[in-house]
């Protein structure tokens, strides 16, 4: 059942980018709940999975492999869409395919869950931490939406909501520039949560190296 959750996040998204696409339209403002249920999916299928004892490796690295494709698929179509600048998606396709290349390695190695393969307190707490997912959960969340509803939330206030339509105009740029906020945010973030995973598997194989040279003395 969790995995099915997880499918059926893959197809929402989907549906997503197909809506992005049309021309803009007061009817492209339904990405907004369509992407709420896509964020809900992803905790969801973790707690179905702990609820029905259904948590596997497999179920975990799913997990994973899905909310990187919808990250980066979310990226990839807002910088199409010159909503954000190239270099962003850029960032986190770097950084997850090289996090993901070493998490693949250690489970190889471990047999244990990604998440719990981080040997420092703030490093498990930066990347495996409930609260530090959650926030950056949210933050990515603020940003795909704030920048999915740029251009057809003006358009959908001044055909469903004329009499707000001045209003708007007045707070547009402070909701522009929140929606940047919230977006470099989770560039940092994202590179933050990185550096723990990258920096402990330097750690390890220099210590690996360390030990095989002193036992071929």
Known sequence: MANL???GRLFLLLVVVVI???????AQLWIWPILGLVFISDGLDGWVA???????????????AADRIVELTLWIVLADLDLIPIWIPIVFVVR??????IRASMVQADRGS?????????GRWLVAGRFMRGFYAAIKACA?????????????IET????????WALIQPGFEWLVMAFTYLAVALCLARGMPVIVEFLAAERRLLFSRNRGAQ
């Open 96 to 101: 997850g395919v090289l996090v993901d290349a």
């Open 5 to 7: 959750i997880t499918l």
């Open 20 to 26: 992005a696409y049309q021309p803009v339209s007061p």
């Open 160 to 167: 469903l909501l004329p009499s707000l339509t001045a209003f």
């Open 114 to 122: 990604p998440l719990a393969l981080l040997d420092s307190p703030a």
């Open 50 to 64: 702990r609820r029905r004892g259904e948590e596997s490796l497999f179920g975990a690295l799913f997990d994973i």
């Open 144 to 156: 795909f939406v704030g920048l999915f509803l740029i251009n057809p939330l003006p358009m959908g």
